[in-house]
């Protein structure tokens, strides 16, 4: 079945109009408009181990647990994903990255008991391990570095050299992170093109790999791709101030994982950005 017979037979109306979009690392994404003329975007993913219904979990759960801004589902499986059209563009004045700033400080006040999620999700094509853990130093470890460790050997993008260097750094990490009062939900990939803003106001926070964290980690995959800049940081530490020492030390550590994601995507240089964090502590 092709994307155009999936989507009428999902909606049960024909489509007027069906144009690619860029983006997405899983699937093909569609903007299409149905006869009544109604607008809509579309995933869809015709390979052997399709996920798209993940997306649209996480999706559903930020629509019924928190107020950030995120399409509505329409529907879901996992070659299918059908979502309401927010208008906007990935290009921020510093009013929308004010506004983002408090749109994510309201999520990161969202909590839980424990570290994790209810159920697996995603970054980009690979699996989050999420099960509830008690102290978030164990579950970065484990479950954050050492899972994309082994994902990326397994792939051959990084090399089997890294891992008694990870391992080592894993088992230090109380040496520069402390436990947090409480877990943080974040959205988890806050790539530029996964905002939409219009008119200095965020419309759409989009592909989000959520769990509950540490509000530093989202902080820290801001700082590392440049998503946001200072009218943002700014902002946000008006309403949640940051310990001392996040800049210096601590987003570099938790820049890690963002990386050891894009090593397992793309490799290439992604893997000498891991080498120089294991170096600027002492690994």
């Known amino acids: 079945m092709n994307v155009r017979e999936a989507v009428e037979t999902a909606v049960t109306q024909p489509i007027r109009d069906l144009s690619p979009l860029s983006g997405g690392q899983i699937g093909d994404v569609y903007r299409i408009i149905l006869t009544d003329g109604t607008p809509l975007v579309v995933k869809f993913d015709d390979g052997p181990e399709p996920q798209l219904d993940i997306e649209g979990k996480m999706l559903r759960y930020l629509a019924e647990h928190t107020q950030l801004p995120v399409p509505d589902v329409i529907f879901s499986q996992p070659h299918l994903l059908i979502m309401e059209w927010r208008p906007g563009q990935s290009r921020f004045s510093p009013q929308a990255e004010a506004d983002a700033a408090e749109h994510l400080a309201a999520l990161h006040a969202v909590t839980a008991p424990d570290f994790g999620f209810p159920f697996m999700t995603l970054i980009g094509a690979f699996t989050q391990p999420n099960p509830p853990t008690a102290g978030w130093l164990d579950f970065f470890r484990e479950q954050r570095i050492f899972h994309l460790m082994r994902e990326g050997v397994k792939l051959g993008r990084l090399p089997q050299s890294f891992v008694p260097r990870l391992e080592k750094l894993g088992g230090q990490l109380n040496r520069w992170l402390a436990e947090p009062e409480r877990p943080s939900l974040i959205h988890g990939d806050i790539w530029t093109s996964n905002v939409l ?37 700014g902002r946000y530490e008006e309403i949640r101030p ?38 600027r502590f002492g690994n």
């Open 197 to 233: 803003a219009e008119n200095g106001r965020v419309t759409a926070f989009l592909d989000p790999a959520l769990y509950f964290a540490i509000d530093e980690m989202e902080l820290a995959y801001i700082a590392l791709f440049k998503s946001f800049g200072a009218p943002f940081f």
């Open 242 to 279: 940051l310990p001392p020492g996040f800049y210096e030390e601590r987003r570099h550590l938790y820049s890690l994982y963002p990386l050891l994601s894009h090593v397992c995507h793309f490799g290439g240089s992604y893997v000498s950005m891991v080498d120089s964090v294991l170096r």
